[in-house]
């Protein structure tokens, strides 16, 4: 066999073989989105807040969910709950968060992000007076890290007298540092309709690290009233604190 010949023969064997390892590599590549995907959630934190006001009187909380969507339409639903002190705090019962929620997601513009849907924040025998369950509806875009929220409340918001058509505006970044950090940046205006006493901005920023087997969150959050106070110890609920939280998605 000539050099020609030997070349021609070791290139042609060299193509196959990389062909031969290419190809698991590029099925993988190809592999489908599922069209339905169920997912799980579960956390622990030192201080369950919710639009920077205290849920869990300062005290940790136990927090879990369960997540649905489908990948074609863009459509999810889910149900996330957290344990609670405030209602009972209150005089009415009660200990559990129950959320339900769907909604559906999607692309406006290439790199421009939204989602609508609505959310039911239900409260368990909570015996309040109005009710402390509450609907909201809510449209949100986005853009890279950023993203614009608005929730509008179709009921009472959360046992508030009088205070159906209720709105709160959410601006939040989340941006890459490093492999696994991502730093959180978050301001808020609760409005609270016809009880402008009680309505009240709120901010947060923070940290949070995927460790491999949960991600772990530090934030320093405020919410700038003094109008929400505990009955039970007299703590303001929206001073600024830090929390932390662990969270594991499987």
Do not use: C
């Not at 993203?147 to 890459?176: E, I, P, Q, R, V």
């Amino acid at each position: 066999m000539n050099k020609l010949s030997t070349r021609l023969s070791l290139a042609a064997a060299l193509t196959l073989a990389l062909a031969t390892l290419g190809a698991p590599l590029a099925q993988a590549a190809e592999e489908p989105v599922p069209d339905n995907v169920v997912s799980f959630n579960a956390a622990l934190t030192s201080d369950y807040r919710y639009r920077g006001l205290s849920q869990s009187r300062m005290k940790p909380a136990v927090q879990g969910g369960a997540d649905y969507t489908h990948n074609p339409s863009g459509a999810y639903a889910g149900v996330w709950a957290s344990t609670i002190k405030w209602t009972r705090d209150l005089g009415g019962d009660g200990n559990v968060e129950i959320d339900l929620y769907g909604g559906k997601k999607g692309e406006i513009t290439k790199g421009v992000s939204y989602d609508v849907g609505g959310l039911y924040y239900g409260y368990p025998s909570n015996g309040l007076h109005p009710n402390a369950n509450t609907f909201e509806l809510y449209g949100q875009v986005g853009m890279g890290p950023v993203s614009l929220k608005y929730s509008h409340s179709a009921t009472n918001l959360f046992g508030t007298t009088d205070s159906k058509g209720s709105g709160y505006l959410d601006l939040s970044a989340n941006l890459d540092l490093a492999t696994g950090l991502v730093l959180n940046l978050h301001v808020g205006r609760q409005r609270v309709a016809h009880n402008d006493a009680l309505s009240y901005n709120d901010a947060k920023i923070g940290l949070t690290k995927d460790v491999g087997f949960a991600t772990v969150a530090l934030a320093v959050i405020s919410a700038n009233t003094d109008m929400y106070v505990s009955p039970v110890n007299g703590k303001d609920l929206g001073r600024s604190r830090a929390v932390l939280t662990v969270s594991k998605t499987f």
